[in-house]
């Protein structure tokens, strides 16, 4: 969440009655309990028929689970065990989802992870739209260059689905002043990257702010809880399942 403080302060002028410093120091506290969050270990073996399926997940905080507690909560083994029961296959879960990632970063430093996988996850954009120096075409080449780089080490026809930046103008932890500012940036985010993937073939799953009740959420009220991560690998099952991020390559 570093970089909503350019953020907070557009919108704070704009606001009656609030102040840049009361909103700052709101999202100063959201950060530092942030920061506090051990991080979840998602790697399991998942045991089946030969040959084994690798999963890999790449990107963010939401990707990486936080604050869940219980990685079996997370999308990366929701995931993982919905692909064995569909077929039955082994499959290995390996995630290197961090806090605070994007989609440079991403490029820049987990990309490795994808090498030889059948299945990939991806989830990024937040923490771009959290940055009002990151214009959406910047986003969207980067984007380009992100999944151009997965197709190149990923097994080859390897499915891959994108979570695409979510639309947080409702998320009940952000100060409602700050909200709608956030999910115009995350919009745009979110329109840049699902232009980029279909030019890749890839499917993506969004998140608009209709399908952001509160109960997706998880106890800090930004990033996804259990059910939100629930609903999620569910969506993303569903496409690696019954054929709809294959027919999208």
Do not use: K
């Not at 064995?84 to 806090?99: M, P």
């Not at 490029?107 to 090498?115: K, R, S, T, Y």
């Amino acid at each position: 969440m570093g970089g909503t403080g350019a953020l907070v302060a557009l919108a704070a002028m704009l606001a009656s009655g609030v102040s840049a410093a009361q909103v700052s120091r709101r999202i100063r506290r959201m950060r530092t309990r942030a920061a506090t969050v051990p991080p979840l270990d998602h790697d399991i073996d998942l045991p089946g028929r030969f040959p084994p399926r690798w999963l890999a997940v790449l990107g963010d905080s939401a990707a990486a689970g936080h604050d869940l507690g219980d990685p079996d909560l997370a999308i990366a083994r929701r995931v993982g065990r919905a692909l064995v029961a569909a077929d039955g296959r082994a499959t290995a879960v390996r995630s290197v989802a961090v806090d605070g990632a994007t989609t440079a970063d991403v490029l820049a430093n987990q990309v490795a992870a994808a090498d030889d996988a059948e299945v990939v996850l991806l989830g990024v954009g937040v923490n771009d739209a959290l940055r009002p120096d990151r214009r959406h075409a910047e986003v969207a080449d980067t984007t380009h260059r992100l999944l151009t780089a997965i197709r190149e080490v990923a097994a080859p026809g390897a499915a891959i689905v994108f979570l695409t930046c979510p639309d947080l103008s409702a998320a009940p932890g952000l100060p409602r002043v700050v909200r709608p500012l956030v999910g115009w940036r995350c919009r745009q985010i979110a329109a840049a990257q699902a232009a980029v993937a279909a030019m890749h073939g890839v499917a993506t799953i969004e998140v608009p702010r209709a399908r952001l009740g509160p109960e997706m959420f998880g106890d800090d009220g930004f990033h996804p809880g259990a059910l939100g991560h629930e609903r999620l690998a569910a969506r993303a099952a569903d496409l690696l399942t019954t054929g709809g991020a294959a027919a999208q390559r």
